[in-house]
């Protein structure tokens, strides 16, 4: 005879920690830093199509700046 598993669901609380009760959570803060990351990502990605030489201005700093940390 074949001994056939059942998916049993714990007795703990499967959630969101957002679902538990007692717990505070502030609504639309994470869709406002969510917003705000898209944003300044989307920015940042037009910036160098449509400037690449601000990419290299920023290598070139970047590099000028390390290398005066060597000496």
Sequence with gaps: MTHR????EPEGFLGSSADVPGRDV????GEFLEFLGLTSAAGAFVLFVVRPEV???LVHT??????GLVH
């Design 5 to 8: 598993a059942r998916y049993k």
């Design 26 to 29: 502030v609504p639309g803060k």
């Design 62 to 67: 970047l590099a000028t700046s390390t290398a």
């Design 55 to 57: 990419s290299e201005a």
